[in-house]
């Protein structure tokens, strides 16, 4: 936040007036515009108006240049442009209070612009006129230090005698936390710890997991995320994130408003309906989209205050929750078909309208929603799912890795999926891509793949398929089970997303041994009891040969003096990524190629040391880093497809990193 002090507005606005006369209205006009310039500073910006209330320049937002403004409202519906204006147009100068957003913190802080007339532009500049003190300081997690709040800061802000007179540094507070953290019996028992220091105080929250990311990671998200939506109602100490009930047709933009960030960048939504591999656990999955979206800041530095997690209860069909005296949702069944979609096209319409620069990531919808929605609005608004697509471009990514292990060919390969469902067909779908990519044609490439689900293999002479499944039907005869399809298909990778524990069995392993030097092996179901073989079977059953990695993670195994490091093909290598890719640039769309460019990046940046220990993902400990990366990757091929609203600018990499979030306390006086 800035070091700026209040009735700065004015000698802002004064300087810029100096800098117009000295160089003239163009060169002026662009300067004020320039996010890396003298005149944008933290919350502090100038922008210009013309004697009509046109916008000429705008520090905070180059889209508004060009847009007329003088009907705009504040947030209590104030024509603060007009009065400026009017102002502006008779006296000369002035100032206005209004009420806007902080593009920090995102709080809405009343404001005061100074504007001055200087030819025929209105240089203004705001200044933010309050700051949340005392208690309302302390219950803010956004701005929260509690016991770093420094004496300089407890005298100005009103904060003496209600904290502990010692000041601790962040890093003491972030010994503390960790020494109970490790004090704590069990793993549910750690996720209520960090949810509740969440709530606290998010700069801390973020400062120990970012800086303890493979401790944190299964605690904040799988395998511990799923237990804590089991139990969540039953868990539930504050509310988070934003609940869309079937109750509030009609209102959901309304609803949207009630938000207090204004500036929301990334949205992941879901119904609930299968949570992880856990099934329909409704309103109890709002832990999903909380979870996923702190892995955005922790993994890619996306700003807390950019993201918004929602969870539409549309009812559930679980019999256990709708009997739950502590169920949190709407004790109804699911709704579906017409009343379903127009609810869902309703939350869509209200995103463009209250936060037009969101990107939304589809969670954890079952398939008879989650594909068809994907396909009916991927190319209108800016979506993707990551069940599907996330999935699919960390598989592609560890089949990338595994091939520079095996030194093979994506095109060489075939591909057993156990599993046909969103995270399957999307893996699928994806592999077909990078080989059309490669300069294969599509129906060649389709045969690279095949699929079995709960039925056996996925063939031509089926009459049971569902629409997703018919581009892999392939002329084969059917293989009731795995074996069978193994002995017949003769596969270079097995990839399990079945949501089946233990199908992976001994037989199957062996048999994939025998058929490859160096088998590849994914056991990709959620949570770790679901995995369809643990890595230490896929290593002991395949001699050490085995190419292994998994959904959740599994810890080292030494096999025959050889210790092997389990990959996890977590979506957290890419979702976070990509995220921060579309957002930096704006991207209209997110795109397949974005994912498979995605995927690249992501393999690419797998170190010869980790591919020794047999690790197919690079270490989390480099997430930030690699995450950078495939943002980059992404916001390039935003530019290149004439995607991306956002000027390029002329270093992306280090554009992007320069708008990482970091866990530091700000200094608020
Ligand atoms: P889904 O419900 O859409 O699909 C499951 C598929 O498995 C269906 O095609 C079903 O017919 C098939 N299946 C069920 N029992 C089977 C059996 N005995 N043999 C063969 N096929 C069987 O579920 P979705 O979203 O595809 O997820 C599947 C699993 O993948 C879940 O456990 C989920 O946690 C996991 N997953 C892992 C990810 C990762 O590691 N990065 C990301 C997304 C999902």
């Known amino acids: 936040m800035s070091e700026r002090v209040a009735g700065d507005a004015e000698s802002w606005v004064k300087k810029a007036i100096t800098f117009y006369k000295a160089s003239g209205k163009r060169i002026a006009l662009a300067e004020f515009m320039d996010p890396d310039g003298q005149f944008v500073q933290d919350e502090m910006y100038i922008y210009v108006l013309n004697p009509k209330g046109t916008m000429l320049a705008h520090g905070g937002n180059e889209k508004f240049m060009g847009e007329e403004f003088i009907e705009v409202k504040d947030y209590d519906g104030k024509s603060f442009i007009k009065k400026i204006v009017q102002i502006a ?38 200044d933010y006129k309050e700051f949340s003190k005392g208690v309302a300081l302390l219950h803010d997690p956004m701005l929260n230090k509690g016991t770093a709040f420094t004496e300089t800061d407890r005298d100005a802000l009103k904060l003496h005698g209600l904290l502990p007179p010692h000041v601790q540094t962040q890093e003491e507070q972030a010994l503390r936390v960790m020494s109970n953290f490790q004090k704590k019996p069990n793993d549910l028992e750690r996720y209520i710890q960090l949810v509740g220091l969440q709530d606290r105080n998010e700069t801390l929250f973020y400062h120990v997991v970012m800086n303890n990311i493979e401790e944190m990671m299964p605690i904040i998200y799988t395998p511990t995320v799923g237990k804590a939506c089991q139990e969540y109602g039953h ?14 047709k009609g209102k959901i933009a309304e609803i949207l408003m009630n938000w207090p960030y204004k500036d929301v960048r990334v949205i992941v939504v879901t119904d609930g309906e299968r949570i992880l591999g856990l099934g329909d656990l409704g309103a109890f999955g709002m832990g999903i989209p909380i979870g996923k979206l702190s892995l955005y800041t922790a993994c890619a530095g996306i700003h807390p205050s950019y993201t918004l997690p929602v969870l539409l209860d549309v009812g559930t069909e679980n019999e256990a929750l709708l009997n739950d005296p502590l169920y949190t949702g709407i004790s109804q069944r699911r709704a579906r078909g017409k009343a379903y979609d127009k609810f869902f096209a309703e939350f869509v319409r209200a995103v463009h309208k209250v ?18 929605l994907l396909h009916e609005y991927k190319n209108r608004t800016c979506i993707f799912d990551d069940d599907i697509q996330g999935t699919a471009a960390v598989t592609l990514a560890g089949v990338y890795s595994a091939l520079r292990i095996t030194k093979g060919q994506l095109r060489d390969q075939t591909l057993l999926f156990l599993g046909a469902g969103e995270a399957g067909i999307g893996i699928g779908n994806l592999i077909v891509s990078a080989l059309i ?8 490439a389709l045969k690279r793949c095949w699929f079995m689900d709960s039925k056996g293999l996925v063939v031509k002479s089926r009459k049971d398929l569902v629409e997703h ?110 995220g921060l890719g579309v957002i930096a640039c704006e991207a209209k769309y997110v795109t397949d190629h974005m994912f498979l460019t995605a995927a690249k990046s992501l393999a690419s940046q797998v170190l010869e040391s980790d591919l020794v220990q047999g690790r197919i993902f690079p270490s989390l400990k480099r997430i930030q880093e690699v995450s950078a990366v495939i943002a980059t990757a992404v916001a390039e091929v935003a530019y290149k497809d004439g995607l991306a609203h956002k000027k390029r600018p002329a270093d992306l990499l280090a554009y992007i990193k320069s708008q990482m979030y970091k866990p530091v306390y700000q200094n608020y006086i």
């Open 235 to 248: 868990l539930f100490r504050r509310p988070r994130g934003l609940y869309l009930s079937m109750n509030d």
């Open 89 to 126: 147009n008779t006296e000369g100068s002035g100032w206005v209070d209004y009420k806007w957003y902080h593009p920090v913190t995102g709080q809405v802080l009343p404001k005061t612009v100074y504007f001055e007339k200087v030819d025929d532009l209105i240089i203004c500049s705001g």
């Open 355 to 372: 936060f037009p620069k969101a990107l939304i990531q589809l969670e954890d919808f079952a398939n008879i929603n989650a594909f068809r």
């Open 469 to 578: 499944k018919l581009n892999y039907a392939h002329n084969h005869p059917f293989c009731p089970d795995l074996m069978m399809s193994i002995q017949s298909l003769k596969p270079t990778a097995l990839i399990g997303a079945s949501g089946m524990p233990k199908s992976f069995t001994q037989q199957a392993v062996e048999a994939m041994t025998k058929l490859n030097e160096r088998p590849i092996i994914l056991a990709l179901s959620n949570p770790t009891s679901k995995a369809e073989c643990t890595a230490e079977e896929a290593y002991t059953w395949s001699n050490g040969r085995a190419i292994f990695a998994s959904g959740s993670p599994f810890p080292p195994v030494t096999y025959h003096d050889q210790t092997f490091v389990p990959g996890q093909g977590n979506n957290v290598y890419i979702f976070p990524g990509v």
């Open 437 to 444: 990519d490669e300069g294969m044609s599509k129906g060649e």
